[in-house]
């Protein structure tokens, strides 16, 4: 059985900045003597007066007793001199993401340490397997990926290259479990798990924008309100910095000999061209300047309440609806549900996307004044929902379709007809991202919900939310967009459709 360090074994930090740092309290905090190395003057020491400062704010918070505070700011040690870390059990390195920088980081090391010091990089993207192959040793080398900030973001991939002992990737899942992180296994494939499966996510919402679908604002509304996401899309890209997306994006791309599944979009790079990277340039999507205005997402006006509403089947969306307006006192009727509809009213029909436009639905169902509202990760608790008209619906059931919506509790965002609206399309990608990585060998399905969930937040495991959705709904609105772009970035992943062949989720 595979066990952690234990708490006498001696971690190094090289690399002092805001990753190396967090790395240094993680193991400091979990019992461990720590020395941190960084090639500026001083940088170690600064980093751990910091660190030492921030322990005893969080003693005064409760979060730490006062003498685990202060022991384990004691445990930690700066040096100067790489010769200091002779004796380190794990040498983690925090330092530029440079591959021939990593190399010879780790060479140097190889002549100073033990045959049984575990190397650890921190590397958000370079190639496990490249920095490994300029060792004498790569099996003792694997990812150690925290995120930032390190001790608050509960997620560490740990990450096998090639050459990687299977002991060695054990005893780091092991030790980061120890130190009270949540640890994955991963396979070194460009972007390992987070960088990889998120990339949907920017990359929907940029096709969106360029689509006309809607502006920043309202996009980044329905994502929130009606997804769940913590943060949109547009105000997430600028919080992390447009050329730092832009760079992970493009070296993804590239990494898979430039699949158009992770194609780059030409929006961002006008933004980095012309130095609108974000916060901390003061302008990106969103002007960030002292007297900008703030944008407010687009959300139609009250309209006058139906004559007549039909709740329609058993979806969730509907059952929703029904609750939803049985609690504001509206009256309605039930029906059955045929063809997938979830309501009438008045002129109208409303479904939930399936990946469609609704005007080659409305016209492929015999049904002009079709209307379509996204997904939610929870009808029941979304306070805004997204709609798409059909190019036949008239005005009159397009009002009485926002009215009904409106009875329900729910704000309402028009996108234009775009195929798979934004929530829908977003969430089948990431899924469709997700089983492919587990088709590939690169995670678990386990492992690639929890990455997302603590990596970046998600409100749920894209895998177990394509169970939630049914796997089948979302191996259909795939083949939709894949007709609608014609476009092998839309291509179904083998996994999903195996599972949907033998009528299985992903899960089972």
Not at 174 to 188: C, M, Q
Request: charged content about 15%; glycine content about 8%; hydrophobic content about 45%.
């Amino acid at each position: 059985m595979t066990t952690n360090l234990s708490k006498d074994a001696l971690v190094a930090v090289v690399g002092a900045g805001a990753m190396g740092a967090g790395i240094a309290q993680v193991a400091a905090v979990a019992g461990h003597r720590v020395l941190l190395l960084d090639n500026r003057p001083h940088a170690a020491q600064a980093a751990i007066e910091g660190l030492r400062a921030q322990l005893d704010k969080l003693a005064a918070k409760g979060k730490l007793t006062v003498e685990a505070a202060q022991a384990a700011g004691q445990r930690l040690q700066a040096v100067t001199q790489l010769s200091d870390l002779a004796a380190a059990a794990l040498v983690v390195e925090a330092i530029v993401e440079s591959l021939s920088a990593k190399q010879t980081l780790f060479s140097d090391l190889e002549s100073l340490v033990s045959a049984d010091c575990i190397f650890g990089s921190n590397t958000s993207s370079i190639s496990i397997t490249a920095i490994g192959s300029a060792l004498k040793y790569p099996q003792r080398l694997a990812g150690l990926h925290f995120f930032n900030p390190a001790p608050v973001m509960a997620l560490v991939e740990v990450v096998s290259g090639l050459a990687t002992d299977a002991q060695v990737a054990d005893t780091l899942f092991a030790t980061a479990t120890a130190w009270g992180k949540t640890a994955v296994h991963a396979k070194s494939t460009p972007g390992f798990i987070v960088n990889r499966v998120a990339r949907p996510y920017y990359a929907e919402a940029l096709r969106l924008r360029a689509e006309g679908a809607a502006d920043c604002a309202t996009l980044d509304a329905v994502m929130r309100e009606s997804g769940g996401f913590r943060m949109g899309p547009f105000e997430l890209m600028d919080m992390i910095g447009l050329d730092v997306n832009f760079a992970v994006t493009r070296s993804v791309w590239n990494a898979y000999f430039n699949d158009p599944r992770y194609l780059p979009s030409l929006i961002q790079q006008d933004l980095v061209d012309a130095g609108y990277l974000g916060k901390k340039s003061g302008r990106g999507f969103y002007d960030y300047r002292e007297g900008a205005a703030s944008p407010q997402p687009q959300t139609e006006p009250r309209y006058a309440a139906p004559a007549r509403i039909m709740v329609c089947g058993d979806a969730p969306a509907a059952q929703a609806l029904a609750v939803r307006m049985h609690a504001t006192g509206v009256a309605f009727e039930c029906a059955a549900s045929t063809d997938g509809r979830i309501a009438e009213v008045d002129d109208a029909v409303l479904f939930v996307t399936d990946g469609r436009s609704a005007t080659q639905r409305a016209a492929e169902g015999g049904i002009a004044n079709t209307v379509l509202i996204d997904l939610a990760l929870d009808y029941s608790k979304a306070t805004r929902v997204a709609m798409a008209r059909a190019g036949q619906c008239s005005e009159s059931a397009f009002a009485a379709a926002c009215a009904l919506l409106q009875s329900g509790g729910f704000q309402v965002s028009i996108l234009a007809d775009v195929p798979g609206l934004a929530v829908m399309r977003t969430v089948a990608m990431l899924a469709n991202e997700a089983a492919d990585a587990v088709y590939q060998g690169v995670c678990t399905a386990q492992a690639a919900d929890d990455a997302m969930r603590l990596g970046v937040n998600y409100p749920k495991g894209p895998l177990a939310w394509a169970d939630q959705v049914g796997l089948t709904a979302i191996q259909q609105v795939l083949s939709h967009l894949n007709a609608s772009y014609g476009e092998d970035r839309y291509r179904i992943s083998p996994l999903i459709q195996r599972q949907v062949f033998q009528g299985k989720n992903i899960y089972g």
